[in-house]
């Protein structure tokens, strides 16, 4: 009976363990399934443009597809809350910028999100300088001459942004108190209703990432007077810097970068990254990026985490100096 009793044990063991065994063999590997890309901006503008020159090598990468999805408002706080809140499986990810990450904590007071709290990195794919437009009939061919027009013309200047407290506000914020001009604030909720605006002469000045710039600037629906890096960007070769035009110091570049829900697993947050990494080794994406105007600049999840931590000082001063603040 006692031998009778072992074996019965033994074999109600070995059913458990094939059970468990089998278990662990139906969990299915990252990623089974379609990744949803948040962008806290409308379609159309420069984060929808990187998000499309990544996401198709992503998905061959990945072997699943990469649906974007857009909720925009508040300067991309809404598309970070969205994302905040959704499960922290790494099937729900997001595309932020400088905005949303560092100068968003600084720039409302009742932020529903902390950048290292509510959020895991996974990686930085871009760095991006930004070009300084004009409406082609503005009477100006370089930062100089805009300069001395809108001193000029105090208070009849509009600039157009992708919204309050955004790098695309901020820049012209420094440049006004750099230069000493007096120009009109108009938010937008993104990019691309600021640039339509922009071509139809409804705002006189912008400060953009250069990627769309460049195409606009091209195409002579704007005009592109300075770039705000230190060097000049490949994508606008004949346009100066800002510090080429008079303005010492003169520096603003914002970055592209890929988050995720607080808490998703280091694995799945790893295998992301690794991800993002060979896209960025591939050739003709970097060319790409090159020539819309994008610096490929990949870090990985933890260095990722150590640059947002010493980004986020560094622009809450930006925004205390602006004396932007929102609610």
């Not at 503008?45 to 857009?70: C, E, F, K, M, T």
């Not at 510090?243 to 003169?250: L, P, Q, R, V």
Request: positive net charge.
């Amino acid at each position: 009976m006692r031998a009778l009793a072992r074996l019965l044990c033994i074999l109600i063991g070995l059913v458990g363990l094939v059970g468990a065994t089998a278990s662990v063999a139906q969990v299915p590997s990252f990623p089974s399934k379609p990744i949803r890309l948040v962008i806290g901006f409308p379609a159309g503008g420069p984060l929808d443009q990187h998000a499309r020159l990544l996401s198709d090598r992503l998905q061959q990468v990945l072997g699943q597809n990469i649906i974007i999805d857009y909720k925009s408002g508040a300067g991309g706080t809404v598309g970070a809350q969205e994302v905040m809140k959704s499960p922290a499986d790494g099937y729900t990810i997001m595309l932020a910028n400088t905005g949303i990450m560092v100068i968003n904590p600084a720039l409302y007071g009742k932020l529903p999100y902390g950048t290292l709290k509510d959020f895991v990195p996974i990686a930085r794919t871009a760095m991006q300088p930004l070009a300084l437009l004009v409406n082609p009939q503005v009477p100006v061919n370089n930062l100089k001459e805009f300069i001395a027009y809108a001193k000029a013309r105090p208070g009849q200047i509009n600039y157009g942004s992708a919204g309050n407290g955004g790098i695309s506000h901020l820049a012209p914020e420094m440049l006004k108190s750099s230069a000493q001009l007096f120009m009109v604030h108009i938010p937008y909720r993104g990019s691309a209703p600021a640039f339509t605006d922009l071509i139809a002469g409804q705002v006189q000045f912008m400060a953009e990432s250069i990627p769309q710039a460049a195409s606009y600037h091209k195409q002579g629906r704007v005009k592109a007077i300075a770039v705000t890096s230190k060097e000049r960007n490949p994508a606008l070769p004949e346009v100066p810097t800002v510090m080429e035009s008079g303005i010492a110091g003169f520096e603003v570049v914002g970055f592209y970068g890929f988050l995720a829900p607080a808490g998703t697993p280091k694995d799945v947050v790893q295998k992301l990254s690794d991800a993002f990494k060979q896209v960025l080794t591939s050739t003709d994406i970097r060319s790409r990026m090159i020539s819309q105007g994008a610096d490929p600049a990949f870090l990985g999840a933890e260095d990722f985490q150590k640059y947002l931590a010493d980004e986020l000082p560094k622009w809450a001063q930006a925004v205390k100096v602006s004396g932007a603040k929102l609610d």
